[in-house]
Nanobody, 123 residues
């Protein structure tokens, strides 16, 4: 069992930046790959980024590549998503997730989810 709590969402203008954080507890944080997903009403949950157990490997969706950066600090049991050059289409609820798989990129690959944090990008 892993508990995840996201924070850092809010309002930002297009072109601005925002940093999301996810605090994990319940199990050994370093044993899980971590990911960020986002979802808007009426659409499927969308993969954003993932980071390996050690933090040495990351993957990003094409839509955010070059703008977002995922990182983790196992000593603090946290994972972050730095979002730069934000666009209105980035508006969504962002979810932190944990997976026991080696390379999780699909929602079904993740076992634990946070409650989500709203990100709104104004034009």
């Amino acid at each position: 069992q892993v508990q995840l709590v996201e924070s850092g969402g809010g309002l930002v203008q297009a072109g601005g930046s925002l940093r999301l954080s996810c605090a994990a507890s319940g199990r050994a944080f370093s044993s899980y790959a971590m990911g960020w997903f986002r979802q808007v009403p009426g659409k499927e949950r969308e993969f954003v980024a993932t980071i390996s157990w050690s933090g040495g490997t990351t993957y990003y969706s094409d839509s955010v590549k070059g703008r977002f950066a995922i990182s983790r600090d196992n000593a603090k049991n946290t994972v972050h998503l730095q979002m730069n050059s934000l666009k209105p289409e980035d508006t969504a609820v962002y979810y932190c997730a944990a997976s026991g798989r080696s390379i999780p990129r699909l929602p079904g690959d993740y076992d634990y989810w946070g409650q989500g944090t709203q990100v709104t990008v104004s034009s």
